[in-house]
C-alpha cells in the first residue's frame, strides 16, 4: 500500500499517541502495584519499571510533538514534492466524438429567449474542396483531440479568453461575433478550419495551421459589414485536418441596419470659349478600376 508523506506523518502520530497512553497507564499501574508490596526487592523493582514507563510515555509524548509541528515540513525538505500539471481555466473533457452533431445548447444564466427554436441540422458536417485547397498543416489530428461545445458572443471575450454574456439568440445590430471554446491534446502545426453557415450556405471560413499548444480556450470570430448580418439560423463547425469535431448553432433576429449612402454631387461642366464664340465642355475624368482582392486563408466564399 502506497502512503503520501501526509499519509505517513498522521500514521506515526497514531502510534506514538498509542504508545505514550498504554506507557503511561501500565507505569502507573505498576506503581499502585509496588506501594503495596511489603518485601522491598520486588516493590523497588515495580516503582522502578513503572517510572521507567512513565519516562517513556513523556518520550512518546515529545515525539508525537515533533511530528505534529515539525513532522511534514521536515519530510518535504529531504523529499520535496513532485510538481503536479497546472489545471487549465475550464474542466478537462471526457472526449465523446459522434458522427452525428447534437443539438443540446450549453446552459447560461442569460434570460431564456420567449420564442425557443430547433436548429435545422445539416448533413454530416464536410470540408468543402476550396477550403481543403487551402490547407497547408498537417491533415492527421490526433486521436485524443477534443473540443467542449460552442459558445457564442457579440459582446467579447474577457482577459482570460472567456466569453462574454453569451447567448444563442441575437438582435440587429450584431457585430463581431465571437464562437469560443476549449479545447485539450491538441498539437501545434495540425490544420484546424471553422466554418460559418447561414441556413446551409457557407459564408465566411478560417483555415490555419494550429499554434494554440496542447490545451487552453480558443475562439473563431467574424466581423462582417452590419448589413451582411442577414436574419436566420447560423451554424458554425470545427475541423481538425479533415476531421469534424464540434458544431454550435445561434439565430440572428431582425432585419440588419441600412447602409447610409451620401450621394455625390454632379459636377457642372464648365465652359470655355472658343475662338468661334461657340462654348466646348470640359470632358470629365474617367473613373480609374479599383484593384481585385486575392482570397486569403479567412474569408467569406
Known amino acids: 500500500m502506497a502512503l503520501d508523506i501526509r ?5 506515526a502520530l497514531v502510534l506514538s499517541a498509542i504508545a505514550l497512553v498504554l506507557s503511561l497507564v501500565v507505569g502507573i499501574h505498576s506503581l499502585v502495584v509496588g ?4 518485601f522491598f526487592r520486588m516493590r523497588h523493582r515495580h516503582i522502578t519499571r513503572g517510572w521507567r514507563l512513565i519516562f517513556f510515555a513523556i518520550v512518546w509524548g515529545t515525539i508525537g510533538s515533533l511530528l505534529y509541528f515539525y513532522g511534514e515540513p521536515v519530510a518535504y525538505h529531504f523529499m520535496p514534492p513532485s510538481p503536479t500539471a497546472t ?13 452525428t452533431p447534437t443539438k443540446t445548447l450549453t446552459p447560461t444564466i442569460t434570460n431564456t429567449p420567449s420564442e425557443s427554436y430547433t436548429p435545422t441540422i445539416t448533413p454530416t458536417p464536410h470540408m468543402p474542396l476550396a477550403v481543403e485547397a487551402q490547407f497547408e498543416g498537417n491533415l492527421t489530428p490526433p486521436a485524443e483531440a477534443v473540443f467542449s461545445p460552442l459558445e457564442f458572443t457579440n459582446e467579447g471575450v474577457d482577459a482570460l479568453y472567456r466569453p462574454i454574456r453569451p447567448d444563442t439568440v441575437f438582435e440587429n445590430p450584431v457585430g463581431h461575433m465571437y464562437a469560443v471554446f476549449s479545447y485539450d491534446k491538441m498539437e501545434d502545426e495540425v490544420q484546424w478550419t471553422a ?5 446551409g450556405k457557407l459564408i465566411h471560413y478560417e483555415t490555419t495551421p494550429w499554434d494554440g499548444g496542447s490545451g487552453g480556450i480558443g475562439y473563431t470570430d467574424w466581423e462582417p459589414d452590419s448589413q451582411e448580418w442577414l436574419p436566420g439560423e447560423y451554424e458554425v463547425q470545427i475541423f481538425v485536418g479533415d476531421q469534424w469535431k464540434k458544431v454550435g448553432f445561434f439565430t440572428v433576429e431582425g432585419q440588419p441596419p441600412t447602409p447610409t449612402t451620401t450621394p455625390t454631387p454632379s459636377q457642372t461642366p464648365s465652359l470655355t470659349p472658343s475662338p468661334t464664340g461657340t462654348p466646348t465642355p470640359i ?3 474617367t473613373p480609374t478600376p479599383s484593384d481585385t482582392h486575392r482570397p486569403s486563408a479567412t474569408g467569406s466564399p
Open 35 to 38: 506501594r503495596k508490596i511489603q
Open 283 to 285: 470632358p470629365s475624368n
Open 87 to 99: 489545471p487549465t481555466l475550464t474542466p478537462s473533457l471526457t472526449p465523446t466524438i459522434t458522427l
Open 7 to 11: 499519509a505517513g506523518i498522521l500514521t
Open 195 to 199: 466554418l460559418w453557415y447561414r441556413d
